[in-house]
């Protein structure tokens, strides 16, 4: 082994080939243990030094194999909830090949829930059975921000791009004056108030950043160095009463120390001090940024990715993810300018991937959206009468086989996002995850549509559960209806089924069990308002959904 440390550390001026070493990816990822694997066109014997801080005090952990162009090393012994700098290399007796130093977390002992939270309803009919968190009302969305700033006990790291309410700096105000730190950076610009900031100034500090662009991030990071109290917020939405109440958002927490820690390092880099009060001097916004944080998190069983713009390469990893597409990608954004992010909707497209999207800058300039229909693909500009502020993709929902992923955060599919906007974006890796956005998708998808064939050309499946559109099994009519329905079931006869019916917000109005039926049904939906409201119809094994326009 000495002849082998002398080997590695007797050639450093043999330049360090960094573009050698490929492909490098860390999996297998829990509380003492994780791999990193990468190919080399270099023979000889692989290896990574590693430790806690840049000096890779730790030392050398070897495959000590040779004449091999794929590698594969396991570190263990490491704790959870904890971040490694690791550097692989790759000797042959005369040259060290060194890869690039990465950052890398272990899993934590936290729970990894993970809580999702929509502002403007769903379409609970394409649920394989997982329901948000909360799925409507802005006041909902705030009350839990709040109520999440009042179960802090030791700190709370905000970066939100705009905030005009009051109510919540009243919380953070509390938070302070009871002992928890509390440290805000703001956008710094004419495009936001901030207006709940001011008029009194708060009794926490409160940075502006990133004057030059936009401090664009949405994130809350509570009680980081806990296992079980530390959560991360983010999303799409400000804090501001249009964000939401009034326009289309979506917001998601996570309680997982690690990925709180690795928010708390991008926090700092941004605030240049890991005290209570920030530091000008140090403070780095913008393309000042360095990619410092570890990127890949093992939360509750799912891989979650995290990148920070625009220091991260999200467009990359944006990218990806499309291409990553094996049956469906569905997507809501409010700017979409990227080129390679259309050219890869192009593709996906051109190889028959099923593609949805809903779209509100459509007149941006560079805008992707004439360019995408015209190649296409199936995207709709955005007709509602107050902003779609998403910015969200999901990939295969309809193939739980396959890796269903959901892409969200801050960021736009733009320049200013990738390039010189401070941005977060979250990759979730999950069946559950992705279904849930996709009951947020179908119902923005279907009132753009007006409710007219606006049905999905694919199955949604869980383990147990499928939903279909089927005219042969279940025959519902008259529809319109005045609220009398009858529903056919002859295909189903002496079936068992249950009954349900929501509005258009997914709420569940009424529910009804048929142990024996006939074959047809009639009932009353009860309600006195005209709208959209749906039907679930299931056995055992299957769910029909069905849209019924009420006129009253």
Same mark, same amino acid.
């Given at each position: 082994?000495?002849?082998?440390?002398?080997?590695?550390?007797?050639?450093?001026?043999?330049?360090?080939?960094? !573009?050698?070493?490929?492909?490098? $990816?860390?999996?297998?990822?829990?509380?003492?243990?994780? !791999?990193?694997?990468?190919e080399c066109? %270099?023979?000889?014997?692989?290896?990574?030094?590693?430790?806690?801080?840049?000096?890779?005090?730790?030392?050398?952990?070897?495959?000590?194999?040779?004449?091999? %162009?794929?590698?594969?090393?396991?570190?263990?012994?490491?704790?959870?909830?904890?971040?490694?700098?690791?550097?692989?290399?790759?000797?042959n007796?005369?040259?060290?090949?060194?890869?690039?130093?990465?950052?890398?977390?272990?899993?934590?002992?936290?729970?990894?829930?993970?809580?999702?939270?929509?502002?403007?309803?769903?379409?609970?009919?394409?649920?394989?059975?997982s329901?948000?968190?909360?799925?409507?009302?802005?006041?909902? +969305?705030?009350?839990?921000?709040i109520?999440?700033?009042?179960?802090?006990?030791?700190?709370i790291?905000i @970066?939100?791009?705009?905030?005009?309410?009051?109510?919540?700096?009243?919380?953070?105000?509390?938070?302070?004056?009871?002992?928890?730190?509390?440290?805000?950076?703001? &956008?710094?610009?004419?495009?936001?108030?901030?207006?709940?900031?001011?008029?009194?100034?708060?009794?926490?500090?409160?940075?502006? #950043?990133?004057?030059?662009?936009?401090?664009?991030?949405?994130?809350?990071?509570? *009680?980081?160095?806990?296992?079980? /109290?530390?959560?991360?917020?983010?999303?799409?939405?400000?804090?501001?009463?249009? *964000?939401?109440?009034?326009?289309?958002?979506?917001?998601?927490?996570?309680?997982?120390?690690? %990925?709180?820690?690795?928010?708390?390092?991008?926090?700092?880099?941004?605030?240049? /001090?890991?005290?209570?009060?920030?530091?000008?001097?140090?403070?780095?916004?913008? #393309?000042?940024?360095?990619?410092?944080?570890?990127?890949?998190?093992?939360?509750?069983?799912?891989?979650?990715?995290?990148y920070?713009?625009?220091?991260?390469?999200?467009?990359?990893? =944006?990218?990806?993810?499309f291409?990553?597409?094996n049956?469906?990608?569905?997507?809501?954004?409010?700017?979409?300018?990227?080129?390679?992010?259309?050219?890869?909707?192009?593709?996906?497209? /051109?190889a028959?991937?099923? $593609?949805?999207?809903?779209?509100?800058?459509?007149?941006?300039?560079?805008?992707?959206?004439?360019?995408?229909?015209g190649?296409?693909?199936?995207?709709?500009?955005?007709?509602?009468?107050?902003?779609?502020?998403? !910015?969200?993709? +999901?990939? *295969?929902?309809?193939?739980?086989?396959?890796?269903?992923?959901?892409v969200?955060?801050?960021?736009?599919?733009?320049?200013?996002? $990738?390039?010189? &906007?401070?941005?977060?974006?979250?990759?979730?890796?999950?069946?559950?995850? #992705?279904?849930?956005? %996709?009951?947020?998708?179908?119902?923005?998808?279907? $009132?753009?549509?007006? &409710? =007219?064939n @606006?049905?999905?050309?694919?199955?949604?499946?869980?383990?147990?559960?499928?939903?279909?559109?089927?005219?042969?099994?279940?025959?519902?009519?008259?529809?319109?209806? &005045?609220?009398?329905?009858?529903?056919?079931?002859?295909?189903?006869?002496?079936?068992?089924?249950?009954?349900?019916?929501?509005?258009?917000?997914?709420?569940?109005?009424?529910?009804?069990?048929?142990?024996e039926?006939?074959?047809?049904?009639?009932?009353?939906?009860?309600? *006195?308002?005209?709208?959209?409201?749906?039907? /679930? +119809?299931?056995?055992?094994?299957?769910?029909?959904?069905?849209?019924?326009?009420?006129?009253?």
């Amino acid at each position: 082994m000495k002849q082998f440390l002398f080997l590695i550390f007797a050639f450093p001026s043999f330049l360090i080939a960094q !573009k050698e070493i490929l492909n490098l $990816e860390q999996t297998e990822i829990e509380k003492q243990r994780f !791999k990193l694997s990468w190919e080399c066109r %270099l023979n000889g014997a692989a290896g990574v030094q590693y430790g806690l801080t840049r000096d890779l005090e730790i030392g050398i952990q070897s495959t000590r194999k040779k004449g091999v %162009l794929k590698h594969e090393v396991q570190l263990n012994n490491l704790e959870a909830a904890t971040f490694y700098y690791v550097r692989p290399f790759m000797a042959n007796g005369v040259d060290t090949l060194w890869g690039t130093l990465g950052y890398y977390s272990t899993q934590s002992n936290s729970t990894g829930e993970i809580r999702v939270l929509f502002n403007q309803g769903i379409d609970p009919l394409y649920s394989n059975g997982s329901v948000p968190y909360i799925s409507t009302g802005g006041g909902n +969305i705030e009350n839990e921000i709040i109520r999440m700033i009042n179960q802090a006990t030791t700190t709370i790291d905000i @970066c939100v791009y705009n905030n005009t309410r009051s109510g919540i700096v009243t919380a953070l105000n509390n938070a302070s004056n009871n002992g928890v730190q509390v440290r805000y950076i703001a &956008n710094s610009g004419s495009l936001t108030s901030n207006a709940a900031l001011s008029n009194p100034s708060p009794s926490f500090p409160v940075l502006y #950043a990133n004057a030059a662009d936009l401090m664009h991030n949405k994130f809350m990071i509570v *009680d980081a160095a806990s296992v079980n /109290s530390s959560w991360v917020w983010t999303g799409s939405c400000n804090w501001t009463y249009t *964000d939401m109440y009034t326009n289309y958002n979506n917001s998601i927490a996570i309680q997982d120390q690690a %990925l709180a820690q690795a928010y708390v390092l991008e926090f700092e880099e941004m605030w240049g /001090s890991s005290t209570a009060n920030f530091d000008l001097i140090t403070s780095k916004a913008g #393309a000042q940024k360095t990619n410092n944080t570890p990127h890949t998190f093992n939360i509750g069983g799912r891989t979650v990715e995290s990148y920070f713009s625009p220091s991260d390469n999200t467009t990359d990893e =944006i990218e990806t993810s499309f291409y990553s597409a094996n049956n469906d990608i569905e997507f809501c954004i409010l700017s979409y300018t990227r080129n390679e992010l259309g050219t890869a909707m192009r593709n996906e497209h /051109s190889a028959g991937t099923l $593609e949805h999207g809903i779209m509100e800058n459509i007149n941006d300039l560079g805008s992707e959206y004439a360019w995408l229909t015209g190649q296409g693909v199936n995207l709709l500009a955005d007709n509602h009468t107050t902003t779609l502020h998403h !910015k969200y993709a +999901i990939v *295969d929902a309809g193939a739980i086989h396959s890796d269903p992923l959901v892409v969200t955060g801050s960021h736009n599919w733009t320049t200013a996002a $990738e390039e010189r &906007n401070d941005e977060n974006t979250l990759i979730i890796h999950d069946a559950d995850i #992705a279904n849930l956005y %996709l009951q947020e998708f179908t119902a923005r998808w279907c $009132e753009v549509k007006n &409710n =007219i064939n @606006c049905t999905l050309p694919f199955t949604v499946y869980s383990e147990v559960h499928r939903v279909e559109e089927s005219e042969e099994a279940v025959t519902v009519y008259p529809n319109p209806t &005045n609220g009398l329905l009858t529903l056919d079931f002859q295909d189903l006869l002496g079936a068992a089924l249950t009954i349900k019916v929501y509005n258009s917000t997914g709420e569940l109005l009424q529910s009804r069990v048929l142990k024996e039926q006939n074959g047809t049904y009639s009932f009353d939906l009860g309600v *006195d308002i005209s709208g959209i409201y749906f039907l /679930s +119809i299931q056995t055992e094994t299957k769910i029909w959904r069905k849209s019924v326009a009420v006129i009253r």
